[in-house]
C-alpha cells in the first residue's frame, strides 16, 4: 500500500495551518483612539505644518528612527511608493541606468522605469539569493546613477562590499529591506545599511498595518526629498524655497493616521515576532539537515536572518525525483510548499518587448539604450537556476505555530523524501 498522499496514502497534515495574525488588543485600542479623535488623516498638499502629517504618522516616524538607528524615518502608503520616492529622490533621471535584482517582487526593478531610467539586472549568490558587488560590478556603465540591492527572504545582502563599490563610482544604493525587519548585518539593522533603506508594512510581512511602508536615512537631503516626493512636492517647493527641483514632480504616497497607529504598535513587537520565525528555521534546520536532495537555508557569518520564508534548495540528481513532483507530494502531504519565487523579472513582457511608459517603447529607445540593455534568457543564469530547478519554499516559519505544528511541516518533508521512490524518477 502506499505511504504516500499523493497516491492515496494518509497525509501528515489533515486540518490547515494557522494563518498569520499579529493583530492585538493594543491594535485595536489604538485605531479606536484614531477613530474616537475623527483624525484619519492630517496631511496637507501646502507648505504648512500637516505637510508632514498627524500626530500618529509623525509618532511612527520617530518611533522608526529609534528603533532602527537611524536619523530620518518617513512614511508611506507602502513600500512600493517608498522604492519609487526613492529612486526620484536619489536624482536619477531618464537615461540612467539602476542596477536591480531579477529575483524580487517586481517593484524593486520596475521603480527606474517610474523616472525614466532603465534596468539592469545583476544576477545573485546561489546562497543567499541577493546580488552581490561582484555581479554589480559586472553590470556597471558610465550610465548607472544607483543600485537597488534586495534583503531577498529576509536575508540581508553582503552590503559592505556593496557600498564600497558604490562610492567607489558615485552610486546611490538603495536597500530594499520589505522581507527582512529584524535581520541584522555586522550588528546593524537590516534596511540601515545604504544611502536609503525601505521597509514594508504589507499584510503579509513580518510586521504590518495592512498597506504601508517607511523609508529610512541618515541623509537631510534624502529624507527631505522623500517627503516632498511623497507629498505633491510640486506644490510646495516655492513656498518651501527649494531650489533644486529635479524630480519633485509628487505623488500621494500618504500613509493615513490609522496605519500609523497600527504599525506603531506593531514595531513594538519586531523582537517577538521575528523570533520564533528563527526558532522554527532552526528546528527545520535540525531536522531536515542531510537530507537527499535538499539544503537548508545559509546564513552567512555575522548575519542574523529575519526568515520572511523558510527557503531551501532542491537537487533533483541527488534525490531522483523532479522538483516540482517532490514539492507536489509535500503539498498533498497537507504543507503548502512552492517551486520557486518569482521568474527573473526579466522574462516578463515588459522587458522582453520592451514596452513600459508610452507606446514608443519609452524609456528603452533613449539613445544609447536601444538594443543594448540585455533581457535574454540566460542573463542570469544563476537566478533563473534557483527559480527553475532548485528554491522550494514554505511560509510556515511565522509566529502562532505551535510545536506540533513545525513538527507536521518536518514530518511531511521527510516522509517525502524517504518515500521518494514511490514518485518515480521522471529525469
Not at 23 to 28: A, R, T
Not at 154 to 180: C, F, K, N, R, S
Not at 374 to 397: K, N, Q, W
Not at 404 to 416: Q, S
Amino acid at each position: 500500500m502506499s505511504k504516500l498522499a499523493i497516491h492515496g496514502g494518509r497525509p501528515v497534515r489533515e486540518k490547515p495551518f494557522p494563518t498569520y495574525n499579529t493583530i492585538g488588543d493594543e491594535e485595536k485600542r489604538a485605531v479606536m483612539e484614531v477613530l474616537d479623535s475623527g483624525v484619519l488623516s492630517q496631511f496637507l498638499g501646502t507648505w504648512s505644518p500637516d505637510f508632514f502629517g498627524g500626530p500618529r504618522v509623525q509618532a511612527l516616524e520617530r518611533a522608526w528612527e529609534a528603533h532602527f538607528g537611524i536619523k530620518h524615518a518617513v512614511s508611506v502608503n507602502s513600500a512600493t511608493s517608498g522604492l519609487y520616492a526613492a529612486v526620484g529622490a536619489a536624482g536619477v533621471g531618464p537615461g540612467d541606468e539602476v542596477v536591480v535584482s531579477p529575483y524580487t517582487m517586481s517593484a524593486s526593478a520596475t521603480a527606474p522605469l517610474v523616472y525614466g531610467a532603465i534596468p539592469v539586472f545583476a544576477d545573485i549568490d546561489p546562497d543567499t539569493f541577493c546580488i552581490t558587488a561582484e555581479t554589480i560590478r559586472r553590470r556597471i556603465t558610465a550610465r548607472t546613477k544607483a543600485i537597488i540591492v534586495v534583503d531577498i527572504f529576509g536575508h540581508p545582502a553582503d552590503m559592505d562590499p556593496i557600498m564600497a563599490l558604490a562610492a567607489e563610482h558615485g552610486l546611490t544604493v538603495i536597500e530594499d529591506a520589505a522581507q527582512a525587519p529584524g535581520a541584522t548585518y555586522k550588528g546593524r539593522p537590516a534596511g540601515t545599511l545604504a544611502h536609503i533603506g525601505v521597509f514594508s508594512l504589507n499584510y503579509h510581512k513580518t510586521i504590518h498595518c495592512g498597506e504601508g511602508g517607511v523609508a529610512v536615512t541618515n541623509d537631510p537631503r534624502l529624507a527631505d526629498r522623500l517627503q516632498l516626493i511623497r507629498n505633491h512636492a510640486e506644490a510646495v517647493v516655492a513656498n518651501k524655497g527649494t531650489a533644486d527641483i529635479v524630480n519633485l514632480v509628487g505623488f500621494n504616497y500618504r500613509m493615513t493616521e490609522i496605519e500609523a497607529a497600527i504599525a506603531t504598535e506593531q514595531l513594538k513587537n519586531l523582537a517577538r515576532l521575528v523570533e520564533p520565525r528563527q526558532a522554527a528555521a532552526a528546528y527545520y534546520d535540525g531536522r531536515l539537515r542531510g537530507l537527499p536532495g535538499l539544503s537548508v537555508p545559509h546564513v552567512a557569518p555575522n548575519v542574523t536572518h529575519g526568515y520572511y520564508v523558510y527557503t531551501m534548495k532542491y537537487d533533483a540528481s541527488l534525490s531522483g525525483v523532479p522538483r516540482q513532483r517532490f514539492a507536489d507530494a509535500v503539498v498533498a502531504e497537507g504543507v503548502p510548499v512552492s517551486s520557486g519565487y518569482v521568474e527573473p523579472l526579466y522574462l516578463q513582457p515588459l522587458y522582453k518587448q520592451r514596452i513600459a511608459l508610452g507606446r514608443d517603447g519609452f524609456p528603452f529607445t533613449l539613445s544609447g539604450h536601444d538594443n543594448e540593455v540585455d533581457y535574454r534568457r540566460g542573463l542570469c543564469p544563476v537566478a533563473e537556476r534557483m527559480h527553475f530547478e532548485e528554491v522550494v519554499i514554505t511560509s510556515l516559519v511565522h509566529a502562532g505555530l505551535s510545536a506540533a505544528d513545525l513538527c507536521d511541516v518536518a514530518n511531511a518533508i521527510e516522509k517525502v523524501v524517504e518515500n521518494r521512490g514511490e514518485l518515480g524518477t521522471g529525469l
